[in-house]
């Protein structure tokens, strides 16, 4: 997930995107029970073991997050 005005095409626009506000929304995760990969260039993956509960779970506490960074 990068943090920017701009559509993501190219490494220069993720280098160019928002490490701070990346760092608060991890936190902001974290402290609800997700643990995300600790940097904005890494990927999300969702895997056959995930249930339906971890992926509502997940979107409440990004909905939060988000909330929060406002």
Do not use: C, R
């Amino acid at each position: 997930m990068y943090f920017t005005d701009e559509k993501v095409t190219h490494y220069d626009q993720v280098e160019h995107s928002d490490g701070e506000a990346f760092g608060k929304f991890f936190k902001l995760m974290l402290n609800q029970g997700i643990n995300l990969a600790p940097s904005k260039f890494e990927a999300w993956f969702l895997t056959t073991e995930h249930t339906e509960e971890d992926i509502k779970q997940t979107l409440k506490a990004a909905d939060y997050a988000f909330s929060q960074m406002k």
